[in-house]
């Protein structure tokens, strides 16, 4: 069950008890209203973010890895932080855990299906390892806690500290394997760039944009949930993950139909690295985050399995793309994940 204290205070913080008294039909409208508003202004703020990268001179490989994931995470980062903060660590750790699932099972899944995607070994045998490797310390860490206190295992802050080290380190990285790749004329022809001041409009009434609709998401996905009596977990990992999500489905299937796929793999994989270090990072520094169990028996090993089978068929593709049925096994993965998820918590 949700706790009731979070969900009021996010009320009581946002909408003052208006959402709690709408109907049914009201609340599926409004969580609809805001999923496509969070997603235009994220998609408004992605673009700002790549011409204004652009004209101050950034590497354009950067912009996939980093201007974009981090522009398409914002509000991840935002719901998990103010939900740890406001006392509900199920749905701070699980909406970080199931962005990644969304990210890489059906945004990848999905696209790779519809489109042959080239996998770019420059970028992904790069932060490709550092997308996987992240998602491992993650797991193992919280294994760690596991074994040190099994009834109330604990992420502490001290995690989100170091996570945010290591992602200062990616980022740094990142900007080197950007002007490495520059230098070597890996860069796409993106066309002239807007102006600098309308590109940090763009950019800043996109983020505005993107705050006022996460805002909006945690208190009306978290009253539908507890209506129907779902848990915490469950909604942080399907409800709102898909929906914060979306800005990175919405990117992608913009980049690829604009003849930028590696744009896209980028986004996916910076997204997932920004995922665990920042959005988790930053909710284990707003408070520490218990564990529940769930993680451990469903959320980890599904976020692994997908993970791996990604880096697998990074590894097998000697022609430099993916194949369209590789797409469709991650998306398949996806798939017995949301399912999964309804089942296990019926058992």
């Known amino acids: 069950m949700l706790q009731i204290g979070f969900w009021e205070s996010l009320l009581s913080a946002g909408f003052g008890g208006a959402v709690a008294a709408m109907p049914s039909y ?101 932060a490709g390892w550092v997308q996987l490797g992240s998602a491992l310390l993650l797991v193992l860490l919280c294994v760690g806690f596991w074994v ?56 800043i009434l996109g983020l505005a944009g993107v705050l006022a609709a996460s805002r909006a998401i945690i208190p009306i996905a978290s009253e539908t949930a507890f209506r129907i009596g779902v848990p915490d977990d469950v909604v942080a990992a399907t409800i709102v993950a898909l929906g914060t999500s979306l800005p990175e489905l919405v990117t992608s299937f913009s980049a690829v139909r604009k003849g930028y796929p590696s744009i896209m793999l980028g986004a996916i994989v910076g997204s997932d690295v920004i995922n665990i270090l920042f959005v988790v990072g930053a909710a284990a520094l707003a408070a520490p985050l218990e564990i529940s169990p769930n993680f451990f028996y469903f959320h980890f090993p599904a976020m692994l399995i997908i993970l791996i089978t990604f880096r697998t068929f990074i590894i097998v593709n000697s022609l430099g793309s993916f194949k369209r049925w590789q797409g469709g096994v991650i998306l398949g993965w996806y798939g017995l994940y949301i399912l999964g998820q309804y089942v296990f918590n019926l058992l």
Do not use: K
Not at 68 to 81: D, N
Not at 96 to 111: A, D, E, K, M, W
């Open 26 to 126: 009201a609340l599926a409208a409004a969580l609809v209203c805001g999923i496509l508003v969070l997603s235009y202004s994220a998609d408004r703020m992605v673009e700002g973010s790549v011409h204004t990268a652009r004209r101050t001179g950034l590497p354009r490989v950067l912009i996939g890895t980093t201007v974009i994931a981090i522009g398409t995470s914002l509000p991840e980062a935002f719901i998990s932080v103010t939900a740890a903060w406001m006392g509900n660590p199920d749905l701070a750790l699980g909406n970080g855990v199931g962005s990644v699932i969304c990210n890489t099972g059906l945004i990848f899944g999905l696209t790779g299906l519809i489109w042959v995607l080239p996998a770019n070994r420059f970028v992904l045998n790069r």
């Open 148 to 203: 040190a206190e099994p009834l109330r295992p604990v992420i502490p802050r001290w995690v989100g500290l170091l996570f945010m080290v290591l992602l200062a380190g990616y980022m740094y990285l990142t900007y080197i394997w950007g002007r490495q790749s520059s230098l070597m004329g890996m860069e796409p022809d993106m066309g002239p760039p807007m102006g600098l001041v309308r590109s940090l409009l763009l950019m």
